[in-house]
């Protein structure tokens, strides 16, 4: 009998969840603390985690040119230096070849898989940084 409630009390994922960080290459903490990232920067990641999470459509252009836009003002606004700025680079990469992906994409399925591996990537900056 208590097999049979251990089959039944599976845990149940909701899209609500925050998708697990990605283990970057070269990516570290500053001394087991986050990086500081300038406002600007953390702002436009919240704009991209906002689009993300508020995503419908799976039109991979459209998509893409609204996360372009946030990644064009974290770009101009950048004003970091020193490893934080390197760390920061680690995380930004990915997430603007992901971007570029999305906007090439018109396959549904590979728009929502792609989405998803961004919101990780997205996870992982707000892991490792913070303002």
Not at 43 to 58: A, C, E, Q, V, Y
Not at 65 to 79: G, P, Q, R
């Amino acid at each position: 009998m208590s097999l049979a409630l251990t089959f039944g009390c599976k845990k149940e994922t909701t899209k609500t969840e925050t998708p697990a960080a990605i283990q970057l290459e070269g990516l570290t903490q500053n001394h087991n603390e986050k990086w500081i990232a300038n406002e600007e920067t953390h702002i436009g990641m919240k704009r991209i985690d906002s689009i993300l999470n508020n995503n419908t459509s799976l039109d991979g252009k459209l998509l893409g040119e609204a996360l372009s836009k946030e990644t064009s003002y974290i770009i101009k606004s950048c004003n970091m230096t020193g490893e934080a700025h390197d760390q920061l680079h680690v995380v930004l990469v990915p997430i603007l070849e992901e971007i570029t992906d999305i906007k090439d994409t018109n396959n549904t399925s590979e728009v929502d898989k792609k989405v998803s591996y961004l919101k990780r990537l997205v996870t992982t900056y707000f892991e490792y940084f913070k303002t």
